[in-house]
């Protein structure tokens, strides 16, 4: 499901699943707040979902 998403909004998407706030991604990717509001947005809406645990449960499992 995570595969329409770009290599940014993968990055954005992983952090959100680690637990990190929306301030904390603009500050660890040097990118304004509402940048990472419309990348969020944008991930809900290629992902059909409508909150953050949606979002995280659509990811793909990691292979070890």
């Known amino acids: 499901a995570t595969d329409s998403l770009a290599p940014r909004e993968q990055e954005i998407l992983l952090l959100l699943?680690?637990?990190y706030l929306y301030k904390e991604i603009a500050d660890k990717l040097a990118i304004s707040y509402s940048t990472?509001?419309?990348?969020?947005?944008?991930?809900y809406d290629k992902l059909h979902v409508q909150?953050?645990?949606?979002a995280v449960a659509r990811m793909k499992p990691k292979v070890s």
């Open 17 to 19: 699943s680690e637990g």
């Open 36 to 43: 990472v509001r419309t990348h969020i947005e944008r991930i």
């Open 51 to 54: 909150s953050r645990s949606q």
